[in-house]
């Protein structure tokens, strides 16, 4: 339960980490990619969904320190619960075919892709109404200014769990 807690704490720490520009980045993928290489597919899977409780209820702990189901039912909301379902496929992925470096690559970018595609059809659906829903719209404005960024944050999750798991995980 405690790895559960703290997995749940970065990923809100690395969602108040912006980078301003004309399209503010955060930490937030950085955080859920790094968590769920870190504990795995089951803790780090619980660790996002403890993350998206916290947010639900109000706490701040998505990006801007906002949080509340406002939040979640918002625009941008489908990529925050994307990353709960990408989790699940990171899970099904490595419990699958197991925790070779190969198969946590592309759970990682299975996870993504995910987060990317629930997110964009939310997206779409939120602004169906106001002539902004169209997926060309979606993905001009909330995929393609992200998927480099995103790429770079999720290979560094990636490098960085791998040398905290060997370093300090294998102690405990």
Known sequence: MAYVAVGAVLIAICSWIAFPGPVPFTLQTFGVMFVLGLLKGRRGTFAVLVYLLMGAVGLPVFSGFSGGVGVLAGA?????????????????????????????????????????????????????????????????????????????????????SRGVEKRIMKRY
């Open 76 to 160: 941008t909301g489908g990529y925050i619960l994307g990353f709960f379902f990408g989790a699940c496929v990171y899970w099904l992925v490595t419990a699958v075919f197991g925790e070779g470096l190969a198969v946590r690559a592309v759970a990682s970018a299975g996870a993504l892709g995910v987060c990317y595609a629930f997110g964009t059809v939310w997206y779409v659906f939120v602004f169906a109404g106001e002539g902004a829903g169209s997926l060309a719209s979606a993905l001009g404005l909330c995929v393609v200014p992200f998927i480099l960024p995103d790429i770079l944050k999720t290979a560094g999750a990636f490098v960085l």
